[in-house]
Each structure stands twice: as C-alpha cells, then as structure tokens.
C-alpha cells in the first residue's frame, strides 16, 4: 500500500454526527469503533464516544476523526483546513454547497485571478474547507 495524506479531525464529543455529515456530503462507507468497543474509555462518559471513525469516499477521499476522552485537553483552533481539489466541477461545488449548510462561507466558490474557480467555507462543526476547481485547458 502505497502512502497516503488524508486529514484527522479531532472533536469534543460530535465526531459520530461530523462525521454522519460527511458521509451524506461525499457518500462513501463509514466505519466507526468506541472507546468502550476497545476497552480505551477514561470515565464512564467516553464509552459512546467515538476514539477512530474513518470515512472512505468514492473519489478516492479518506477522512479520520475521534472524540477527545476525558482527561484530555479540546483545543479547537483555525490551524486546519482541508482542501478538495480537482477538475471535476460537478463534483466540487456539489461538496461545496452541502459544506456550506449551516457554515458560514468565507469565500464565495467563483472564478479567481489564476483562473481557477476557489471558495472556503467553515462548516456548522467549524472545520475550514477550501475548493478549488481547476480552469479548462
């Protein structure tokens, strides 16, 4: 197996619903496994909680999350985004709107000064996407 880059997205107690949303957003399987599934929970609380949850898509996306278990520290922050890049427009700005239900768009997805069309939007879980389309040769 050759090596791979995907993101992991670490959340406080939503990762199953985030990462239900996903799914619906680029379809695919999903696969899930709890603290209590690998014995790991710190406290009665982390036992439904997510510790892998890793969605593959039909394009060939794959995205891995968890819960945060107790005892440990959530710092969510601005220091991630996750770009989806490519040339198959339909594709693209379908993602980009269903991202966009219940965000907030930062960047309208349209035509940019490199001729590609770009836009990023912070979904309703706060994590920063950003689409890239590429311009027709």
């Given at each position: 197996?050759?090596?791979?880059?995907?993101?992991?997205?670490?959340?406080?107690?939503?990762?199953?619903?985030?990462?239900?949303?996903?799914?619906?957003?680029?379809?695919?399987?999903?696969?899930?496994?709890?603290?209590?599934?690998?014995?790991?929970?710190?406290?009665?609380?982390?036992?439904?909680?997510?510790?892998?949850?890793?969605?593959?898509?039909p394009s060939g996306f794959t995205l891995m999350a968890a819960d945060t278990p107790q005892g440990m520290s959530y710092n969510p922050g601005e220091n991630i985004a996750v770009s989806l890049s490519g040339d198959d427009g339909d594709d693209l700005r379908g993602y980009?709107?269903?991202?966009?239900?219940?965000?907030?768009?930062?960047?309208?997805?349209?035509?940019?000064?490199?001729?590609?069309?770009?836009?990023?939007?912070?979904?309703?879980?706060?994590?920063?996407?950003?689409?890239?389309?590429?311009?027709?040769?």
């Open positions: 197996m050759a090596s791979r880059l995907n993101p992991y997205i670490q959340f406080d107690g939503s990762a199953r619903e985030a990462m239900e949303f996903y799914k619906d957003v680029f379809g695919g399987e999903l696969t899930t496994n709890t603290f209590a599934e690998f014995g790991a929970s710190h406290g009665p609380d982390d036992d439904e909680k997510l510790m892998h949850a890793q969605l593959e898509t980009y709107e269903k991202l966009s239900e219940g965000g907030k768009v930062s960047v309208p997805l349209e035509k940019q000064m490199w001729g590609d069309e770009f836009g990023m939007v912070t979904d309703r879980f706060g994590i920063n996407w950003m689409v890239n389309i590429a311009a027709s040769s």
